[in-house]
C-alpha cells in the first residue's frame, strides 16, 4: 500500500512539473503583475517605433520592431519570411532571452496590424523549439487600463544572451502541402478580409484576386473583439469554427497575403483551441499566385483596371521605411 501511495504522489508531482513548464498561450494583466523583473521572466514589447515604447512601457519590458528588427525578411521578392535560425537566435539573444525564460509578447496596439504581428512573434518562438511563450490578452493598453499598474519610460538596451534553437517544422507548411490538402480531405483557411478572399479587392503581394481553389474565409477581425487586442472568448471562438464548417478532425493550413495575417489564425486555432495538425502557410499568396499553374478561384471576377488607371498598394505591412 505504501508502495502504491509513494507511486501516485511521484506521479503527480511528474504531472504538476510538466504543467508548470507549460506556458499558457494567452495571459491577462493579473496574472502578468507579479511576473514584472521577476528572474525568468521576459516581457517583449512590439511597437512601432522606438519612441512609443521610451514613453510608456511595462517595467523591465525589452523593445522590439516586428519589421526592422529582424524578425522577418524579403528572399525572391516574397517579403516577410522567418530568416535563417542563426540570425533568429541572434536576435532572440540580443533581447536577453535564454530557453528556460517565459516570454511573454505584447502589442502596442498602435497599428492595424499589431495583433497579427504579435502572434507572428510568438509564431517564431514555437518555430524555434521555446517551450514557455504567451501574449498579454489586450496588449499594452489593457496593463495601461489598471490604475496599480506601473509603467516606466527611457530605453536600457538588455545584455546579450546565448540562445539555441531546436526547430519545430511540424508547425510550418510548404507549397507542397497545400497542393496535397487541395485534394485530401482538410481545410485551408484564409485570414484575410471578405473582401479580398472573393475577389473584389487584392493587396500586394498578392499578384492574382480571389483565393487558392477550396479555401474557407476565416477573417480576423472575426477572431479579435471589437478590433482590439482582445481575443474573443474560447466558446465564442468555437462557435465560429463551427459557423465556417473547420472541425479539428482532419488537417488544417492558414495562408493570407504574406504570412503575417495568418499567424493570428495559427494562433487562435492551434494554441486557444488546442487543434491538432494546424501549420501555417509562411510563404502564403505572395508565392502561390506567382505560379500560375497553381489553382485560385475569383468569385467575383470584377474588370481589372484599365491601362490608363494605376493599381492602388494599399499593403499596409510593408517595413517603414
Known sequence: MLKIKCNIIYFLIIIFNTHAALATPLVEKEWLKDKVCAEGFIIVEVHRAKKEYELSHIPCSVFTNFYTSGWRETRNKIP???????????LIGSLGIINSDHVIIVGSGTGKYDAAETTAVYFTFKYLGHQKVSILNGGLKSWQESWDSETDSGFIA???KSYKAKIN?????????????INKKGYLIDARPSDMFVGINTSFPSLITGTISNAINLPNAWLLKNNTLYFQDKENIVKILKHVGITKKNDQISFCNAGLESALSWFVISEILEYPNHRLYESSLAEWSGDISLPMIDQIKFRKNNDNSEEVDSFSMKPPK
Open 80 to 90: 516577410l519570411l522567418m530568416p535563417k535560425t542563426e540570425k533568429l537566435e541572434k
Open 169 to 181: 517544422e511540424n508547425i510550418i507548411a510548404s507549397k507542397e502541402d497545400i497542393i496535397g490538402l
Open 158 to 160: 538588455p545584455n546579450n
